[in-house]
């Protein structure tokens, strides 16, 4: 059988987590706490951000995570399509923008060439 790339979460792997480093790991959940709390934005927004943003990140953990979150929390299944969306055009639309690197260098490899 082959070995799955993502491991499932386990208590064996939350309790090495731990053990090898207690402090961060604190420090961890209480930012994310923090983060996600109710605040200017809504926590149903910020997880429907947070949706956005694992796509882009491709973090399978927080995508299925953020994804029952928002669910949870209220969010509808096309509100979280559409934040996909979003995260699909900003990352298009940041290949488009560096294009200009590519094509700055190519004006400028004809003028010097």
Not at 1 to 29: G, I, V, W
Not at 39 to 45: E, K, R, S, W
Not at 84 to 91: D, N, Y
Request: glycine content about 6%; some cysteine; aromatic content about 6%.
């Amino acid at each position: 059988m082959e070995t799955p790339m993502y491991p499932a979460a386990s208590a064996e792997l939350a309790k090495k987590r731990r053990e090898l480093a207690p402090k961060p790991l604190d420090a961890f959940k209480a930012f994310g706490a923090a983060v996600f709390a109710d605040g200017a934005l809504p926590n149903v927004t910020k997880q429907l951000i947070a949706v956005a943003v694992a796509h882009v990140t491709q973090c399978p953990y927080c995508i299925r995570g953020h994804t029952a979150e928002a669910l949870k929390r209220g969010a509808s299944e096309a509100q979280i399509m559409e934040a996909i969306w979003v995260a699909a055009e900003m990352r298009a639309g940041g290949a488009y923008a560096h294009a200009n690197l590519a094509l700055d260098t190519m004006i400028h490899a004809h003028k010097e060439g």
